[in-house]
């Protein structure tokens, strides 16, 4: 009977540890949901702003997504959370840790508390594909030598810009923003004043023309931006669908595609894929002096229908309209603006960033890129 008692002695003192570190492991594993919730929320910011200005928004909504998260059904308190922002990296490292956790049977040895941490980091990487996206391709955006009548590195409305290296225009796809650029999203462009005398920094807010109705101001003769996305149908229907809602293929950078420029001006079937686009978010519009869309009915305004993607090619690329082979470059994002008459363009706001979903294309875009954890 002694040796009886002292076994249950030691059973007890052993299934209270099991115990205790069971919910210490409990503990922790809420704490990871936390921290990996938090690194993903502050490295969005780096889907939205440059990197140095992502530094702040990063900060906030990581410390917001952790201290939205519970251990133990306590929530997380600030003063537990960590959040260190690298914007070189686009990587946002978050640490929660929680000190008191109070136990049960580990008191009878003297120890009331233990302490919990976890980390992760995530980074908005690089990536080579999107989906969602609309059935406009707009080339992406050159110097040139001899249209630009201002001056200005702009394509205004009464300049007819036709790419052609011979005459000494350049282009160079957006990076690391780096001397040289050309490409949506540089700073190549910052200072200069656009018809209406506003100013963007690296482009973001500035009104692009998606779809024009003078195919002449395309730079491609007959050409008018729209283009069929493969498996679609090249009729009107599948058109003015996928201007209005999300086609889920999945169009990777770096890979040819056979597309149909469309030649025709599409009026009829634009207009009313514009209007069902238009209705699902009918209130909001860009505000030029908050440089941001305002009357969404989204929260985030950025989950609004319009605000869309759009592929960039080389303005090298497609010289003729008609059925051609394209493989882009680069996505885009804008907010896409009301188009009030059928015979009006189609016009968005350039956004900057666009998520991907990080596809194994053999290309990746500069401004396409997807969300991760790295540790």
């Not at 980390?119 to 990487?125: D, G, K, N, P, R």
């Not at 692009?208 to 498996?231: C, E, M, R, Y």
């Amino acid at each position: 009977m002694a040796f009886l008692a002292v076994c249950l002695v030691a059973l007890i003192a052993v299934l209270g540890l099991v115990i205790d570190l069971g919910r210490a492991f409990t503990a922790r594993g809420e704490a990871q949901r936390a921290a990996d919730a938090a690194a993903l929320a502050g490295a969005s910011a780096f889907l939205e702003f440059d990197p140095a200005e992502a530094v702040e928004p990063a900060r906030e909504r990581a410390l917001d997504f952790a201290t939205r998260n519970l251990i133990r059904n306590d929530s997380i308190d600030p003063g537990e959370v960590t959040v260190q922002v690298l914007p070189d990296e686009e990587k946002v490292r978050v640490t929660v840790r929680r000190a008191g956790l109070a136990t049960w049977f580990a008191r009878i040895f003297g120890v009331e508390t233990m302490a919990v941490s976890a980390q992760a980091a995530a980074v908005a990487a690089s990536t080579g594909s999107a989906k969602c996206v609309k059935p406009f391709t707009i080339p992406d955006l050159w110097e040139d030598a001899d249209n630009d009548v201002n001056g200005n590195r702009i394509w205004d409305e009464d300049e007819i810009w036709s790419y052609d290296p011979a005459s000494g225009d350049r282009y160079q796809r957006f990076d690391t923003d780096a001397s040289g650029e050309t490409g949506f999203g540089s700073s190549f462009r910052d200072g200069s004043p656009d018809s209406r005398g506003y100013t963007y920094d690296n482009d973001y807010g500035r009104r692009v023309v998606l779809k024009h109705t003078d195919p002449q101001n395309s730079g491609i003769a007959s050409f008018f931006q729209p283009w069929v996305i493969p498996g679609s149908n090249p009729g009107a229907s599948d058109y003015r669908t996928n201007i209005a809602t999300c086609n889920p293929l999945v169009i990777d950078l770096g890979t040819e595609y056979e597309v149909d420029n469309k030649t025709g001006d599409m009026v009829g079937p634009t207009i009313q894929g514009m209007e069902d686009l238009i209705a699902q978010d009918p209130d909001a519009y860009w505000d030029e002096t908050t440089n941001s869309v305002q009357g969404s009915k989204y929260a985030n305004w950025l989950d609004s229908p319009r605000v869309i993607i759009v592929p960039l090619y080389d303005p090298a690329a497609i010289t003729d309209p008609g059925k051609t082979t394209i493989t882009f470059n680069n996505f885009a994002l804008f907010f896409i603006e009301e188009q009030a008459t059928r015979r009006d363009p189609v016009t968005g706001r350039f956004l900057y960033y666009t998520e991907g979903v990080g596809g194994n294309a053999p290309g990746s875009g500069s401004l396409v890129k997807f969300l991760r954890l790295v540790e």
